[in-house]
């Protein structure tokens, strides 16, 4: 079980697809709904939301960004590996239906978890203009996936290496001037979802946004992925991970995310010195 | 005779100095002897009404696993616990004695009762230890399919219980270790992980089959199991959602639900970072908010991470303290302070966001509330204020709808716990029943035990006759 069946490495090496086989998730799994996995009975519980299922294949796919130690035992896993745990589908799905024109920005590996909402909200009948950013043309991922689920796409990037030149809150501040827009949908790193939504607030434009607090057991029970909403206090977990954008309080979500740094760090040395306990694998970066 | 038997005192249980265990997590009661556990059983009268099996939940024959003990027949002591408990290395540690089996033994009328639960405990350990790796004997197969849902304390009574009858059972664990509370909870230096891991493939030898990794009502719904094949099912998931204060700046960095620094420390064994890849904060001054069994828990544990400092805070006084006088007893051996009539009011937390200290009121006891316990009345103008950098908030937890929500037809009470019937566990579902946590709210062990053993009649009576 949780075989990896395909696996592709993205944006110079930085960002790593896995196909995976979990036939009783990828039967259930909606877009906005993720997983948990760990990669062997010493990691970390990492939750990742989908960005693709196929429950013909009966697989789902995750893609992720090679941040620290558990992203690399991640990356170090090979086609016809196993992740040692899978969980899911967990979380709210998004909720889908036909609201006019939706505004769908992506940044990063939100680009992933925007991808089946994107998807789904264009097969729901929405008008759906995508946004997507990256620092440099390399780095962009799922441009052509993208592109096929939007009924048109803009590409920026901070380098200017291609598109346009600049950040996506600029592209969508063009849009939201010049189109009667019902829904704008921001998943990406905090800072891009924090000003799309200060943008999005100031049009009085709803807006949904994908938070990513850190885990444990991902089903309620701990408590670790609490976020600020509108004054109250959710669990990303079971309550989200999508939220009112609005409501949402980026800056506590940013500190809370850095509660751990430090032991990160050291992790993520001791690993790239090869030191780490039982694997004994390398860095390849 | 009698009474030269009185003449005998109670064993004592050897454990680790508290100065040594405080920082090692090592389990603290070392176990009996042989001799001793010899010894203590020829303390029992072997009453012909035995009293002490009226106040077992499971109802164990304890004269009759006690005598064997005292005629150094330690197989068949074992032999008698495992036909009314499949789990009695956990129960002869966590099961309150005191207000069961114990609390009612004659020979505690005079002076103090035979110890129940180390004579268990024994007996689970020497076979462990030194026994056949024999498991209880099943009986012929029936052929029927059950669903156990949730491997904790009750998950794991239904299922030994229906193996024994025959049935085949799987069950189905949302984390990647079958336990329940017993992993992630309990931790090691009360009950060690090696200890539960036995007792479940104990029941993997019966014929159990274990299946992690599935969220029931996420991964599979109920109604979907039975279409698979299963002919019962019994929820037994817990009690679930973590309560917070509610109060201003909890969500500092260094507050944790007791939930979430248990199970990081125990199941993921953060302890044993940089090992495991699961960091948990070691906190210097640590407050836990609380004073039942789990908070003990946190607080031993805090002490075990390194604390300099590790205080209960609690807004009542210390006669209404909920858990269980030999873990206070131990928490205060370990220096583990007492902040009693106190009660948070507000969090505080540097620019980064991390906790520096909190608020807290001091209170008094007024009358009675619901509960039966003085009720704490804040005095006012006591503010003061609490340096700490890490917080455990072990204030109890609400039902967790995440099962429940996918099985509309089993209903609820009206705080989402599952009304099943005190009885027989029968829930409002056709083929389903549920005990534990999730019936009860948060209780103990033993109690969820108890609901799983009468589910598990009902559910053979179901099987054999119909619902």
New interface residues.
């Given amino acids: ?2 075989k990896i069946v395909n696996r592709q490495e993205m944006a110079q090496g930085t960002i790593i697809l896995n196909e995976i086989k979990a036939p ?2 990828s039967q ?1 799994a909606k877009p906005g709904q993720f997983v948990i996995l ?1 990669a062997d ?5 990492i939750p990742l939301t989908m960005a693709d299922t196929n429950p013909k294949k009966g697989t789902i796919t995750i893609i992720y960004m090679v941040v620290g ?2 992203t690399a ?1 991640f990356r170090d896993l090979n086609v016809g590996d196993e992740y ?7 979380g709210m799905p998004t909720h889908v239906e036909n609201v006019g024109k939706v505004v769908c920005v992506g940044g990063g590996t939100g680009i992933a978890v925007l991808h089946p909402i994107t998807r789904a909200l264009k097969e729901a009948g929405n008008e759906v203009t995508t946004i997507l950013g990256s620092r440099s043309y390399d780095l962009l991922i799922m441009e052509e996936q993208m592109r096929a689920a939007s009924t048109d796409l803009h590409i920026c990037t901070d380098d200017g290496s291609h598109g346009h030149h600049g950040f996506v809150t600029q592209v969508l501040k063009d849009v939201l001037e010049n189109n009667d827009i019902d829904l704008v949908v921001a998943i990406g790193p905090i800072p891009m979802m924090k000003f799309c939504s200060l943008i999005t607030k100031e049009k009085n434009v709803h807006t949904l946004v994908s938070l990513n607090p850190i885990m ?2 991902g ?6 992925c ?3 909403v509108g004054g109250d ?1 959710k ?1 990303a977990c ?1 309550d989200g991970p999508e939220f009112d954008a609005h409501k949402g309080d980026f800056d ?1 979500l940013a ?2 995310l ?3 740094l430090d ?2 760090k ?2 993520f040395d ?1 690993y790239k010195n090869g030191n780490a ?1 039982k694997t004994g694998n390398f860095d390849k970066t | 005779m009698a009474d030269k038997k009185k003449k005998v005192p109670r064993a004592k249980m050897p454990e680790q100095d508290p100065n040594v265990r405080r920082r090692n997590f090592k389990e603290v009661p070392l176990g009996l002897e042989a001799e001793t556990a010899i010894a203590e059983a020829k303390r029992c009268l072997q009453c012909k009404k035995p009293l002490c099996v009226d106040g077992c939940p499971v109802s164990i024959d304890i004269p009759a696993f006690v005598s064997r003990i005292a005629d150094n027949d330690f197989s068949g002591a074992i032999g008698k616990l495992w036909e009314r408990n499949a789990l009695p290395a956990v129960c002869g540690r966590v099961c309150p004695q005191e207000e069961q089996c114990e609390g009612r033994c004659i020979v505690g009328k005079k002076g103090e009762p035979v110890a129940i639960g180390y004579l268990e405990r024994f007996a689970a350990d020497y076979e462990r230890n030194n026994g056949t790796g024999g498991v209880p004997e099943v009986a012929k197969p029936t052929g029927k399919k059950v669903a156990v849902i949730g491997s904790g304390p009750s998950g794991l009574t239904v299922a030994g219980d229906l193996l024994l009858k025959g049935h085949g059972v799987t069950i189905f664990e ?3 270790k079958a336990g329940g509370v017993l992993v992630y909870g309990i931790p090691e230096f009360r009950l060690p992980k090696a200890i539960v891991a036995n007792e479940v493939a104990a029941l993997e030898k019966m014929g159990a089959k274990i299946e ?4 029931v009502g ?3 719904t109920i109604e979907e199991l039975f279409e698979e094949g299963f002919d019962a099912a019994y929820i037994g998931v ?1 009690a ?3 309560r ?1 204060m ?1 109060l201003p700046g ?2 500092a ?1 260094g507050i ?2 007791a ?2 620094y248990l ?2 420390t125990n199941l ?2 953060g302890y044993l ?7 948990i ?1 070691r906190g210097k001054n640590v407050v836990v908010l609380g004073a039942g069994n789990v908070a003990m828990d946190s607080a031993r544990t805090a002490m075990r991470l390194g604390a300099d400092s590790v205080k209960i805070v609690y807004r009542r006084s210390r006669d209404e303290m909920p858990a269980r006088e030999e873990e206070l007893h131990h928490a205060l051996e370990e220096q583990i302070e007492f902040v009693l009539l106190t009660n948070p009011t507000q969090f505080f937390s540097d620019e ?2 991390r906790l520096t200290g909190m608020e807290c009121l001091k209170m008094e006891l007024g009358e009675p509330d619901d509960s039966g316990r003085r009720r704490p009345i804040p005095i006012e103008g006591s503010e003061y204020k609490i340096n700490c950098d890490m917080v455990v908030v072990s204030v109890g937890s609400n039902a ?3 099962l429940t929500n996918s099985t509309p037809d089993v209903s609820l009470n009206r705080w989402g716990n599952i009304d099943a019937d005190p009885v027989t566990g029968k829930t409002t579902k056709k083929g389903v029943w549920a005990g534990g946590d999730i019936v009860t709210g948060a209780a103990t062990v033993i109690l969820a035990m108890g609901a799983g053993r009468a589910a598990a009649n009902s559910m053979h009576d179901y099987l054999a006759l119909g619902w």
Avoid: W
């Fill in positions: 079980m949780a009783r998730i259930k760990q009975e010493t990691g970390e519980r130690k558990s035992r040692y745990a899978l969980i899911g589908p967990l444990v057991d089903t309620g029970m701990c408590g670790c609490r976020v600020t206090t669990f079971v506590e500190k809370r850095a509660s751990y032991d990160e050291q992790s001791a306990q | 949302a984390f990647h992690c990794n599935n969220v996420a991964s599979v817990g679930g959602l973590p917070f509610n909890e969500n960095i944790y639900s939930n979430e199970t990081r993921m064994k970072f940089p090992e495991y890849d699961t960091p904060a980064n966001g967790n709808p995440l």
